[in-house]
C-alpha cells in the first residue's frame, strides 16, 4: 500500500483564488511528521511546511496552511490567494516514527497552474 | 540555499559504464539521502546515511551503492548503468529526527543511452 496519496495529478486556479492539494497518509506510527515541498520548473525541492502528529494546531506558514484531519489521515496543503509564481509540482512527504535516521517517504506529487 | 553542491549538474552516460555522483555539504549534517525522481513516480530513497561510513538502504538500492567516508560527502555509484537509471538524482541532507526537514541539492540528470 501506498504511504503517501496524492490523487490530483493537476490542478487549475485562477490567481488570487485559495486551493486545496489532497494528501492522504498510511502510517501505524503514534509520532510522524508531514510535509510538503514545491518544486517549481527549474527543479529545486523547497521545503514549504510541516505538521507533527501530536500538534494540535494546522501549520501555516505566510500563504501556506495544512489541514491536518488525524482521524481521516489527511493532510492537505491550502494556499491561500495563489499566485503566478505558485505554478510548480508540489510533493507530500512523510516522516515516520521519531528516530534521528528516519527517512521521508514521497506522494507522487500534484502539478499545480495558476492562471491570469 | 542550504550548503548541498551536487555534481555534476548533468550527464550523459553509455550502458554499462560506472558513474559516480557526489554530493557535498557544508552545514555538517550527520544524515545524508540520495532519491531519484521519476515522471509518476516522484521521489525514491535510493540509499541514505546516518554518519561517516554508516549506511543503509533505501526503496530502490538495486543496482547502486554508496559511500561516506567524510560528514561533508556522500558518494552515489552506479556500477554498471543501465537505461532504466536514466533519471534525476536528488540529495538530500538533514539534522535528523522527525520534526524535521530535508534540504534538498539542485539535481543531477543522467541519462544513459
Known amino acids: 500500500a501506498q504511504k503517501i496519496t496524492q490523487t490530483q495529478p493537476g490542478m487549475f486556479v485562477q490567481e488570487k483564488e485559495a486551493v486545496t492539494l489532497d494528501c492522504t497518509y498510511d502510517?501505524?506510527?503514534?509520532?510522524?511528521?508531514l510535509f510538503w515541498y514545491k518544486q517549481p520548473s527549474s527543479g529545486e525541492m523547497i521545503f514549504l511546511i510541516y505538521q507533527g502528529s501530536y500538534d494540535e494546531q494546522n501549520a501555516t506558514e505566510g500563504r501556506y496552511s495544512l489541514n491536518f484531519q488525524k482521524a481521516r489521515k489527511s493532510a492537505n496543503l491550502v494556499i491561500s490567494a495563489s499566485q503566478l509564481g505558485d505554478s510548480a509540482m508540489y510533493f507530500c512527504?512523510?516522516?515516520?516514527?521519531?528516530?534521528?535516521?528516519?527517512?521521508?517517504?514521497f506522494g507522487k506529487g500534484t502539478m499545480l497552474l495558476v492562471s491570469p | 540555499d542550504a550548503g548541498i553542491t551536487q555534481s555534476p549538474r548533468h550527464k550523459v552516460t553509455e550502458t554499462g559504464t560506472p558513474v559516480t555522483l557526489r554530493c557535498h555539504q557544508t552545514?555538517?549534517?550527520?544524515?545524508m539521502y540520495w532519491y531519484r525522481q521519476d515522471p509518476g513516480h516522484g521521489l525514491r530513497l535510493i540509499h541514505y546515511s546516518y554518519g561517516v561510513k554508516d549506511t543503509d538502504k533505501g526503496e530502490v538500492s538495486d543496482g547502486y551503492s554508496v559511500s561516506r567516508s567524510k560528514t561533508e560527502d556522500f558518494l552515489l555509484t552506479l556500477e554498471s548503468a543501465t537505461s532504466s537509471q536514466t533519471s534525476v538524482y536528488f540529495c538530500?541532507?538533514?539534522?535528523?529526527?522527525?520534526?524535521?526537514?530535508?534540504?534538498f541539492g539542485q539535481g543531477t540528470r543522467l541519462t544513459v543511452v
Open positions: 552545514e555538517n549534517h550527520r544524515y
Open positions: 512527504a512523510m516522516r515516520e516514527g521519531s528516530q534521528a535516521y528516519s527517512t521521508l517517504t
Open positions: 538530500a541532507i538533514s539534522v535528523g529526527g522527525g520534526n524535521t526537514e530535508a534540504f
Open positions: 502510517t501505524s506510527d503514534q509520532s510522524y511528521g
